[in-house]
């Protein structure tokens, strides 16, 4: 049985819907859109020296009625995902390993207890407001992970008979709706407590739900804090696979959800495609120009991406929604947030 109405904004990894099977035509409409988006977003970003990605969200978010429109569907679902992840490879022409090294052992546990922190923190709130344990590790999850994709690939490993179809479509369109709002609010957030780039880029990578939205928030703030958040933020997308195992161990018998079967991801190949380049980049044999053109692709390439997710986010669906399940997206979204925040402060100088 097909999600009616499911919000596909935050669908990176093509769980939620298939991307359109359409001829080149077919995808000009909804490309020509995100592109005009971008190119005025970059038009007030000359202006007034606001952040591209920022502006992109912003000006998708107002042209969020044009999601009604069919016909930019194939475009917008292209943009939304394809240029993504493509984004996020041409992203490692701008980083080495010993970035990455940089980040330290530290850092990367963090992430770990960060994920981990937040799926309880979901079940929790589940619990006391009267929901099950699955819709909590959905819930949870969904926010510690990657969003979306996440809570599909969750949803589909407990079962339909543990999480319902409505509890599914709940959980995206907060999702989607909050990953959208800590975009804008986080990277405020950071400058006012006068946060390094370093500082900055754990924060936005350890907190922001959707990989979209994490990468524009850390570029939104500054080209290094949007590396690190690069780093960080692929780190907890690659938790995806071990969580789901653990999962499977503890919630057996049922991994079947709209009549296939789950299966547990592998690390997607837009993360192992970034550490390659990253590899390659560690090296000095990219010249300066070419990896300063992959840059400059991977920026405008990110803000196409943002302002077609915020086109296709789902904001009319929030106002139909109870607020209960929402607060246990909220809480587990403030978990993460403080948790990233915590270490950023005391640990990152």
Not at 202 to 208: E, I, R
């Amino acid at each position: 049985m097909a999600l009616p109405q499911t919000p596909q904004a935050a669908d990176l990894f093509g769980d939620i819907e298939a991307t359109p099977k359409a001829g080149f035509r077919d995808y000009l409409p909804g490309l020509v859109v995100a592109v005009l988006a971008t190119m005025a977003a970059a038009s007030l970003t000359q202006r007034y020296g606001a952040p591209l990605t920022l502006m992109a969200l912003l000006i998708g978010l107002a042209l969020n009625f044009l999601s009604a429109d069919r016909r930019l569907t194939p475009g917008l679902t292209l943009a939304s995902r394809e240029l993504l992840r493509w984004a996020i490879v041409l992203v490692g022409a701008r980083i080495t390993l010993a970035q990455i090294v940089a980040l330290g052992p530290e850092a990367l546990l963090m992430v770990v207890l960060t994920v981990a922190a937040t799926i309880g923190a979901g079940i929790v709130a589940a619990r006391a407001l009267g929901f099950s344990v699955p819709f909590g590790i959905l819930a949870g999850g969904s926010v510690a992970i990657c969003g979306g994709s996440a809570a599909m690939a969750l949803s589909a490993t407990l079962g339909e008979r543990r999480v319902r179809q409505s509890e599914l479509t709940l959980v995206l369109v907060g999702i989607s709706s909050m990953s959208a709002l800590a975009m804008m609010v986080y990277p405020g957030i950071a400058h006012s407590l006068g946060f390094s780039d370093a500082q900055a880029g754990f924060l936005l990578g350890g907190s922001v739900h959707d990989v979209a939205q994490a990468l524009g928030a850390g570029y939104a703030f500054s080209p290094a804090a949007g590396e690190t958040a690069t780093i960080v933020k692929l780190a907890r997308v690659a938790l995806l696979a071990p969580v789901l195992g653990v999962i499977a161990l503890l919630f057996p018998a049922q991994l079947e959800i709209t009549g296939a079967k789950a299966k547990v991801p592998m690390v997607p190949w837009f993360v192992l495609g970034f550490f390659a380049v990253a590899g390659v980049n560690s090296t000095g044999i990219i010249p300066v120009a070419v990896s300063q053109f992959a840059a400059e692709s991977a920026a405008w390439m990110l803000a196409i991406s943002v302002a077609a997710t915020a086109i296709r986010s789902p904001l009319a669906e929030i106002l139909k929604t109870g607020p209960k399940p929402l607060i246990v997206i909220a809480v587990s979204t403030l978990t993460a947030f403080a948790l990233a925040l915590g270490y950023a402060w005391l640990r990152i100088s």
